[in-house]
């Protein structure tokens, strides 16, 4: 037997001591052609000579996402046939190529990779969560290409090769904290939230700011994502009993949750809840029974009251069937192409440094209201909506700020917020 | 057992040499010919299904050879990836620096045990060592206790889930759900350059054909037999005098090492790793490849796993919406018609043409003893 391991550890050793001179060979080869440590960045090959332009959709067709962003996606669409029917951008008409972001982030990175290298797509729109988008950072920075980002999230970022068009948390966690305190006159609360990272920055902001305020938080509890088992977090909510409960919980958690919520006679009455990820699109999804009267915090609901949304709302229907929803992810989506599209004319240019240039004021009278871009940071102004839910699975708004809030991604101007902890 | 290979037939010189031969028109396919027909970009993807294939070689070791369905390689995969990617972080963060993440998520407070990944002699060190390890003492802990089949692949696949669900509640530490991306640089070269990243590639291709080369040694030797013996018929080897815990623990070693090989190259050259690429999905997309391509053969697991990466990456290129179907299908048609995966197709030509002595040797690759 010691033979036996004495050759083993050999021929073992020996190909371990080939992988290492290997390695190191192609290293030092590869680096004396090219040098450079600096971001080289690959040269754009965008094509603008033809009477199109393409742009990219990046959107999870499959996997867990697939529910929600195969929403963005269809609104996505439907800006660009609008944008096309009206003329396209620039007079190019918009040639769309889709990929599926398969709800994996390193498969975001991979897709948009090839959007940028082989399609050689002059903008991309896409993306959910936000490990996706971490993923995607490094690709768009890379290569110096642009990704228009839709969703709500984290905030603690800012990158010149990404639009924020979703809210950060000055748009809609602070005022929401705010809407709880000065209307609902709370003393208390209870934080419930799926175990990643935007409810765990949410916490900490949520948390600073109780500080700062004089409001007690009584709990905070995670779940991992996708779990249904709330028995015992409902229990100690019921117990703890907070003045009210702020929601982080992300998909199918939510219907467990609420579920075991209302069985336990826990009402909006009696212990409001506010959920920053249920929209008009989940709120079926969770059972409009069991939510009714509970409270969101979002940016767009399908009822507001402006004719630019009931067309919006409209032709979604038109094109979607008179069953579906609009909801503020996919409104942010909508209006992201809408933004790109001033941008590349203030700029007169695809080119992404003039794109970048131009950003700054860009605006757009969207279906949630007037939304401006902000040069320095590149999320938008955008007006903060508290919501409630009604017996016909919408939700109504009851509180909205004064005007479109400028967005604030690393909370410079609160001076209670400390960085995010955790 | 002085003379091991008496219980086998002598093999023919083609059997002898082939694997040699193999890999000659691999390391040819590999490092010659793919960097000059392929595009950047589509030798950036060859390369990641690269990572799949190296740690597809060890399963192909383990499950093929030595009969242990190792439903959860994505754990190591993860250890080897997760090691390489704290080390590109603190060599982005500089000198003294720490990661960005943390700088968010942990008010700049970064936990002791990362300090030695600043070193990149460690952190290669600990690729291999660190799931080598962690290996050796669960391999023991369960060949030891006579762990196999069903309740073998259950606990292998419940570490990975777990091993997943610790690494998103420690978003201070481990980047969380989000895991660990935005590098930089490698070792001091940029990423962002694209003679780099066919640098990578390379790095990767070489490592795959050293990854056959030693588990071709590995089949071959007196191991190789014991570990096949064990698999078809473990209490015969017991009564025989030999325990049957050492060869299926060294090829559970090996496979783990590998997987982490696989992981660490995933992640420079994919630039992310986060618990959706180690967690039981992961696991099983694995496994697919695997399966796809022959489990008990050398090549077969390898290419196998460049297979599905490949159809995965064209299919969801050309069905956006609806390319999942068409994976399912593809690998119930190819299991359905080739239960010995792809690889069989060679033997079964071989066969054909008459080779009375090989058809030992295909009965030998094809048709294992489901677990």
Redesign the interface.
Same mark, same amino acid.
């Given at each position: 037997m010691t033979h036996f391991i004495t050759r083993r550890t050999l021929a073992a050793g020996a190909v371990l001591a080939t992988a290492l001179a290997t390695s190191a060979c192609g290293a030092k080869t590869d680096a004396t052609s090219t040098g450079g440590t600096s971001a080289a960045g690959a040269t754009s090959c965008v094509d603008t000579s033809g009477d199109s332009i393409k742009i990219g959709f990046l959107n999870s067709l499959s996997g867990t996402m697939a529910i929600s962003e195969t929403t963005v996606f269809k609104s996505l669409t439907m800006a660009a046939n609008e944008i096309n029917a009206a003329g396209g951008v620039l007079g190019k008409k918009l040639s769309i190529v889709s990929e599926d972001g398969a709800s994996e982030p390193s498969v975001f990175a991979e897709k948009a990779t090839k959007l940028i290298q082989k399609d050689c797509v002059a903008a991309v729109f896409g993306g959910w969560t936000s490990s996706s988008r971490k993923a995607m950072l490094p690709v768009f920075e890379g290569n110096n290409a642009l990704l228009f980002y839709p969703v709500q999230y984290e905030g603690l970022e800012a990158s010149k090769n990404i639009f924020y068009t979703g809210a950060t948390t000055n748009q809609q966690i602070v005022p929401a904290l705010e809407w709880l305190k000065n209307e609902k006159k709370i003393t208390s609360i209870f934080l419930v939230g799926s175990d990643y990272v935007f409810p765990r920055t949410a916490n900490a902001i949520i948390k600073q700011y109780a500080a700062a305020n004089g409001i007690k938080v009584l709990g905070e509890e995670y779940q991992p994502l996708g779990s249904t088992n709330f028995g015992s977090v409902v229990d100690k909510v019921k117990t703890a009993g907070a003045d009210a409960v702020f929601n982080t919980l992300n998909g199918d958690s939510n219907v467990a949750f609420f579920k075991e919520y209302k069985g336990k006679g826990l009402t909006a009455d009696s212990m409001p809840v506010v959920s920053v990820s249920i929209a008009e699109e989940e709120v079926p999804g969770v059972g409009v029974d069991n939510l009714v009267g509970q409270y969101t915090a979002w940016n767009y609901y399908e009822t507001i009251d402006t004719p630019v949304n009931k067309k919006f709302v409209a032709d979604f229907k038109k094109a979607n069937g008179p069953k579906a929803v609009t909801s503020d992810p996919m409104e942010a989506a909508y209006t992201s192409l809408y933004l790109w599209k001033g941008m590349v004319e203030k700029a007169k240019s695809f080119k992404v440094a003039d794109v970048q240039a131009a950003a700054g004021g860009v605006s757009f009278d969207a279906p949630e209201g007037k939304v401006t871009v902000n040069g320095e940071n590149h999320h938008i102004a955008k007006t903060a909506l508290i919501g409630q839910i009604h017996d016909d699975g919408l939700i109504y708004t009851v509180w909205s700020s004064k005007g479109p809030i400028e967005p604030d991604p690393f909370l410079k101007g609160y001076p209670w917020w400390k960085g995010a902890t955790g | 057992m002085t003379s091991p290979r008496t219980s086998f037939a002598e093999p023919t010189r083609f059997a002898k040499a082939g694997p040699w031969i193999g890999l000659a028109v691999l390391a040819v396919a590999l490092l010659v010919i793919a960097p000059l027909a392929l595009?950047? =970009?589509r030798l950036?993807?060859l390369a990641?299904y690269l990572c799949y294939a190296i740690a597809a070689v060890g399963i192909g070791l383990a499950w093929g050879r030595g009969g242990m369905l190792v439903l959860g390689q994505g754990m190591y995969f993860g250890l080897g990836g997760y090691a390489m990617a704290m080390h590109l972080k603190l060599a982005d963060a500089g000198p003294n620096g720490i990661p960005d993440f943390m700088?968010?998520?942990?008010?700049g407070q970064m936990p002791l045990w990362w300090e030695p990944f600043r070193s990149p002699l460690v952190t290669?060190a600990a690729i291999?060592l660190v799931p080598g390890l962690l290996a050796t003492i669960l391999g023991l802990a369960i060949f030891k206790r006579r762990i196999k089949g069903a309740y073998f692949a259950i606990l292998s696949q419940a570490l990975t889930a777990a091993f997943a669900?610790l690494l998103?509640?420690q978003?201070?530490t481990t980047g969380?759900?989000?895991?660990l991306?935005? =590098? &930089?640089?490698f =070792?001091?070269?940029?990423?962002?350059?694209?003679?780099?990243k066919?640098?990578l590639y390379?790095?990767a291709a070489?490592?795959l054909l050293?990854s056959l080369?030693?588990v071709a040694?590995?089949q071959r030797? &007196?191991?190789g037999e014991l570990l096949i013996a064990t698999r078809d018929a473990e209490e015969r080897v017991r009564f025989l005098g030999q325990d049957p815990a050492f060869p299926k623990l060294?090829a559970y070693v090996v496979a783990a090492v590998l997987a982490a090989v696989g992981g660490a190259l995933y992640v420079p050259i994919?630039?992310?790793i986060?618990p959706?690429?180690v967690g039981v999905v992961a696991s099983i997309g694995l496994i697919a490849g695997v399966a796809l391509g022959g489990r008990a053969s050398l090549f077969g697991p390898a290419l196998g796993a460049i297979a599905v990466g490949y159809a995965e990456?064209t299919l969801?290129?050309r069905f956006?919406?609806s390319?999942?179907y068409f994976q399912g299908a593809l690998f119930i048609v190819v299991l359905l018609l080739l239960p010995g995966g792809l690889s069989s197709v060679l033997a079964k030509a071989r066969e054909a043409a008459g080779g009375r002595r090989l058809r030992r040797v295909h009965a030998e690759a094809g048709e294992v003893a489901a677990v």
């Open positions: - | 595009s950047p =970009f950036g993807l990641k700088l968010l998520y942990a008010d290669l291999v669900l998103i509640g978003v201070k969380g759900y989000n895991g991306n935005n =590098f &930089r640089g =070792f001091g070269y940029s990423l962002y350059d694209p003679a780099n066919k640098m390379l790095i070489g490592v050293l080369a030693l040694h590995l030797s &007196r191991f060294l994919v630039g992310i986060s959706d690429d990456s969801s290129e956006a919406g390319w999942t």
